[in-house]
C-alpha cells in the first residue's frame, strides 16, 4: 500500500463554465419534487460502505470475468457494490431509476435516460486496476433529475480520496472545496486520457495518434485506469484536461459534474455541447485549453451509443 500526495498548481482562478441543456430552465420545480439533501446524504452512506468492501477485496489480486473482450472486465465485487447501492437507494426511494454498469452492460438494466430521478453508477471504476490490486479505482455515482446532473460523487477508498459535488454548490475534495487550476495554455498542461476497454484496430490507430499528438504538444500526458478519476484530478487542479473515446455514461455522469462545479468545462472532443450518451467525453480547466486540445484530437465515434 502506497499514499499519493498531491499538489496543487497555484493558478488564476476561473469562472464556472456551464453548458446545461434547455431543460435545466424547468429542473427548479422537479427538484422541488426530489430530496436532493436526502439523496445527497443517504448515497454518501452507501459509498462508506461499498467502499469498504472494495478496499478489503483490493488488497490481494481479484478473479474476474471478461464481458465483451479480455481487457473488458468485471468482478463480484462490481456485482456486489452495484447491488448494495442499488438495493439501498431503493430502500428511501422506490420510484428511482438507474442505469448501472453491471445491469446496463447485460441488458438488464435501465439504458434509456428519462426526466424521471436516475442514478448512474459505476461500481469499480478502474477495475483493470482493481483486479491487479493498484490502488486507483473508484466508485463514481451520479444523479440526473430531468435529464440534468443535481449529485455527483467520486469516491476511492483505497486511498480515501472523496470528490462530491452538488449543482450549484461547488466541487469538495475530503470536504474541503477545490477549483481546477485555470490553465490556458496547452503547453503547460498535464493531461490525462486512456487507452480504454476495446482494442479494435480503427479506434487504437485514433488512440495511438492522439497520444503521439499531445506527447508532442503538452507539458505531461498520464494514463491511469480511471475515467472517473481523471476527471476528478481535473477538479481538483493536479490535471488539467482529460479527453477519451470508448467512455460510457456511468464513467463520467459524477466527474462532469464535479469538473463544472470546480469552475472547469465539460464538451464534446469536437468541440460542441458535451452529450452524456455519445461515449466522448473532454473535461479542461479552461474553456480555451479545451477548444485548443479538441483542434488537435483526431476525433472517433464509438459505436453504439449509450441511448
Known amino acids: 500500500m502506497f499514499l499519493i500526495k498531491l499538489k496543487r498548481i497555484c493558478t488564476s482562478k476561473s469562472a464556472p463554465f456551464s453548458l446545461y441543456n434547455a431543460n435545466a430552465a424547468k429542473i427548479h420545480t422537479m427538484g422541488d419534487n426530489v430530496d436532493l439533501e436526502k439523496c445527497f446524504e443517504v448515497i454518501s452512506n452507501l459509498l462508506t ?18 464481458k465483451s473482450g479480455d481487457i473488458d472486465l468485471v468482478t463480484q465485487t462490481d456485482k456486489d457494490v452495484e447491488k448494495l447501492l442499488m438495493d439501498g437507494v431503493r430502500r428511501y426511494f422506490p420510484d428511482h431509476k438507474f442505469i448501472g454498469e453491471e445491469e446496463s452492460s447485460t441488458g438488464a438494466g435501465v439504458n434509456k435516460l428519462t426526466d424521471a430521478p436516475t442514478w448512474i453508477i459505476d461500481p469499480v471504476d478502474g477495475t483493470m486496476n482493481f483486479v491487479h490490486a493498484f490502488p486507483h479505482s473508484c466508485i463514481s455515482v451520479g444523479l440526473k433529475v430531468n435529464k440534468v446532473t443535481e449529485i455527483g460523487m467520486v469516491y476511492n477508498p483505497i486511498l480515501e480520496q472523496r470528490f462530491t459535488a452538488r449543482r450549484g454548490h461547488g466541487a469538495f475534495y475530503n470536504g474541503r ?8 495554455e496547452l503547453g503547460k498542461a498535464l493531461v490525462t486520457s486512456e487507452f480504454g476497454t476495446t482494442r479494435d484496430e480503427a479506434k487504437m490507430e485514433v488512440v495511438n495518434e492522439n497520444f ?25 487542479g493536479a490535471a488539467d484536461a482529460n479527453y ?4 460510457h455514461a456511468w464513467d463520467v455522469c459524477a466527474g ?9 468545462v465539460v464538451i464534446d472532443p469536437s468541440g460542441g455541447e458535451f452529450d452524456i450518451m455519445s461515449r466522448r467525453v473532454l473535461a479542461a480547466a479552461s ?5 485548443d486540445i479538441s483542434k488537435l484530437l483526431t476525433q472517433f465515434h464509438p459505436q453504439p451509443r449509450d441511448d
Open 212 to 236: 503521439a499528438k499531445m506527447a508532442k504538444h503538452v507539458h505531461g500526458l498520464r494514463v491511469l485506469g480511471s475515467a472517473a478519476l481523471n476527471m476528478s484530478m481535473v477538479a481538483l
Open 244 to 247: 477519451e473515446f470508448g467512455i
Open 49 to 66: 460502505e461499498a467502499g469498504r468492501l472494495i478496499a478489503r477485496n483490493n488488497e490481494t489480486r481479484q478473479v474476474f470475468v471478461c
Open 177 to 184: 472545496r477545490i477549483q481546477v487550476s485555470g490553465q490556458q
Open 256 to 264: 462532469d459534474l464535479i469538473v463544472r462545479e470546480a469552475g472547469g
Open 287 to 291: 474553456p480555451k485549453l479545451a477548444q
